[in-house]
């Protein structure tokens, strides 16, 4: 594929995690923080999210099929994945994280399974997405392109 | 896309050169401290610091932060803290630094109701940043350091100037410099009220040109003023006879007087946390009444002394000994397993001290008490070694003791096979999970801490703790009075790392010593007993929360110690769990046969 292609590709995707609110500009700040002597930057910290990120998960479909949930410890995770949702931009999973947080000061276990659910949805399909492109971006630079930068959409 | 570089001057007036070494090169090149468990926002602070050309250095652990902190005093400007963290509490954490190092911490989190805020603001943070955290907020926070060494580079210049800023600061700037020259005169004692022209004159310059070097509140001074406010009572505790009794040349009555207002606040929010035990664990007495325990330490050693021993072997005897006495005035002490625990851990250091007074017969004494204390004398080295986390602040302590006199009895007591050799202990302490208090627990909480888990399994170093210390008691009542106090400092952060001990080179003796001798024959034997019963009481109450007030000298301390311990509870049962291994192996150790709790009222 030519690197106009690709960048062509990789623009339209990343425009498309933006304006379906996946990402946000969080998510540029941390585009904007790469530079040359952190040229992997972006894929770095988005992967020390997914890493932590799946551990919370893990954490959080534990606690909430114990017989006895902790509601705190919920909410503990809940405040972590919270965060670094919110520290790369990951908006809807963020968003996904507060209303979770909501039912857990309810102490609503039905509510918070299905917030779990949605917590998990929103996060492999981000996943899946920045996955795509991290790949498209490796395909520019293999192909001697520069990655296109974001910033000029917002 | 890299934010252009700073491209601040430094300023000229002299105030800012001391502020650290990089100063001139303000702002870049600030050393950034930034702790937060969570790895994604960790790295990405450390990327926009680094943009700002700050130094980062960066944690996840707040106890590993507290760590860096205290072996690098005056290596770092700044701290940036998460504010909900696993292992520490952030707001816990940021009373520590503004209290150790009275460095200026930023609080961030993604939490930004307004009580959180609050609570920052409340525990003197400089700042609260609300997550996710953007450049834009971090290219600023050198703000907090300027401000920050200029204000106290004010308080200390406006002092000096004669102007009255507050009630605390006092109408005659002289006073402090009186101090400050005459403890530099190393007769602290007899000099304290000298007035020397030429020192004070010096002094004034020096204050008035400095920058207002930032006073490093290590553990042990902080340990000094500890003692000093509750010798003199909370509430008669003025800067000024503070000072006066710390006789820590350099200090400065400013100095004191903003660090008191610090302490202040951490008590208020300590006594409205009472119900958890003592808040924070390096404020464990909070009480006036808790006294220095630096007589009793030099009382007790000159007990010891009388029995000779000087020798590690000798400590050993000594510090059975007391233990298979009858228990002579504190006798029935029953001590349930907190109290023992703090009259265990209470008891070693203030052996040490006797021991190491014994030797040195001078104001060294003191500071081995504050430098030893919260290190298990009961512990073998052996033992010791089991606990020890990372022997190195305490070899530097011990080796520092022993520059200042402290005979190696004393020091193997505490588990320092030798002066030179780092004592486990130390390490206890520094391992501790948390903060400093933790490790001062760990120290004289070794002890406490192993007696815990003993105690747990069942009493034995518990009641041999109590036992040991029981005749200890009877002898020091002094010592325990000021032990508390040294209690409470240790408890700040009883680690005592290298840097501290160079950087007090002088002070640990000196500031001990005021307060050691001060406190000498501060309560009678009959005190023990005191202490004893009222100990059976608090220990009755296993909260732990013994009040000051009511728990003798030594109770206090105990309580004080084991409040701090059970304040931190979690930290302690991740010490303990730490320890499990070295606490069983203490146990055995420590050879507590004769001990009993007999003697200890239940």
Redesign the interface.
Known sequence: MEVDQLQRSFLEHSNALFHEGLLDDQFSQLQLLQDESNPDFVVEVVSLFFEDSERLLNDLTTALDEQNVEFKKIDAHVHQLKGSSSSIGAQRVKDTCIAFRNFCDEQNTEACLRCLQQVKQEYLLLKTKLETLFRLEQQIVAAGGATPMLDEFF | ??PPPMSFTTSPSVSWKSVDAVSDQFPAGLRVLVVD?????L??LE??LR?CLYEVTKCSRAEVALKLLRDNKDGFDVVIS?V?M?DMDGFKLLEHIGLEMDLPVIMM???DSKSVVMKGVTHGACDYLI?????EALKNIWQHVVRKTKHEWKEKDLEHSGSVEDGERNQRPNEDVDYSSSANEGNWKSSKRRKDEDDEAEERDDTSTMKKPRVVWSSELHQQFVTAVNQLGIDKAVPKKILELMNVPGLTRENVASHLQKYRLYLRRLSGQHQNGLGNSFMGPTDASFGSISPLNGLDLQALAASGQISPHSLATIQVAPLNRPTTTKSPISVPSLDQRNIFSFENPKIRFLEGQQQHNNSSNNNQVNLLHGIPTNMDSKQLTTLHQSPQPYSNMNMHVHTQGIPSAVLARNGIENVRGPTSVVDFSRGQPGNSSFSLVGNSGISSLASKGTIQEGFNMETKGSRGFVPNYDVFSELNQNRSDDWGLHNVGSTLNPNVQGGLDVGPSVLVQPGFSSFKQKSALGNNTNIGQQLNSSLNDNSLRIKAERLPNMGFHQNGLFNDHFGQEDLMSALLKQQQEGLGSVETEFGFDGYNLDNLPV
Do not use: E, F, G, L
């Not at chain 2, 997550?131 to 450049?135: D, E, G, I, L, T």
């Open positions: 896309m890299n468990d969570d790895p994604t926002c790295r990405i990327k926009m943009n998460d909900h696993p989190s993604a939490d997550k996710p955290v953007r450049m």
